[in-house]
């Protein structure tokens, strides 16, 4: 708001000079046009109340077309939640738990470690615009470096801190208005399954490039315009992304999927035109190859596994029809999951990914999930 730094004013306040700005649970609440809000947060913990303030932000959503949850049910999850799938559910997330809770083995999921495995340099800085309930940070900051993360919903950030990427740095902010991070705060820039909602796309593009400093900006899972998608936003065609975003590389988004399931360097699309492709990718500043395939696409050695949730004894089970269309019904992969021999389980609990190759190929194939541990 003015262009200052901000600072503490007290147990979970910060202050820019002239306004104060909700933090509990270390993550600044600094979206805007919610003033009443803010407000109510900072009289609840001016007035040592830090579980009413958490429960008013954890009812924010990310527009008015969605109601607010429950007030008592917040509080209830701010004072004790113990899995991600609880705060979730008590926070009525519909249709958007199932996805949070099973991205780990979607195709954009993959398809975003593959662009992540190709382009941001391992050790690096890694800031996520729209980061979710925190994936990909937990995988960046548990195999590579450090990370930012920033989102418009203030509940999805506390799920990251509480039950997922607990060491990444967040902040709620709502794109649209100036980023509240500082020149080069970070060196890689990563804006997942998100990109073709932004009303001001060339506004985001220039804020990422700024954030990032020297660094790549990475657009991954970008909807084309000119292809039906499951919740498509507000989406360009594929030549006016290249217009706007002047990329070094474009890639099929199934591709990427394709190559984190094979453990394969990806190829960028031949003359930067993917043809048919539904979803894209884009890469600006791209600085070569920092990694090797499957860095993060593999699993981590030595980290106990455990069978994909949706699997039975009798196959996969989806959580919800939108689930099925969207993902199931387009990739084999996914269809054809089947429980691991008890061998491969037993060796996957006992933390031998990377050193057996059943394992590795389990979960590879997402039949085999590294979950955080009160995650579900």
Known sequence: MTGGPLTWAGPHLLTDGKTLWPC????PYLRTGREGLRARAVDALRAGEVDRALALLLCDRKDDTVPPADPAAALAVATGATTAAAAMAGLGYGGLGPYFLHRWCQPTYLSGLALLDAHAPTGSTLFELACGAGHFLRTWTERSGPAIGSDLVF???????TFCAPDSDLVCFDADGPFPLADGAAEAALSHDSFHYFRDKRHVLAELLRVSGTGPVLLGHVHDAGHANFSPGLPLTADGYRELLAPDHCYDDEALTEAALRGRTVVPADRGRPEGAAALAFVRRATGVPGTPGRLTAPLPGRPLRVNPLLTDDGPRWPDEQFAREFADRWPYLRELSRPPRATVAAARAGRAG????????????ALVDLPESWL
Do not use: N, Q
Not at 24 to 27: C, E, L, S, V
Not at 155 to 161: D, F, G, Q, T, V
């Open 155 to 161: 509940s999805h950030l506390w799920i990251a801190r």
């Open 24 to 27: 509990p649970d270390g993550i």
């Open 355 to 366: 050193s057996d190759p059943d394992v590795d190929r389990a979960a590879r194939r997402r």
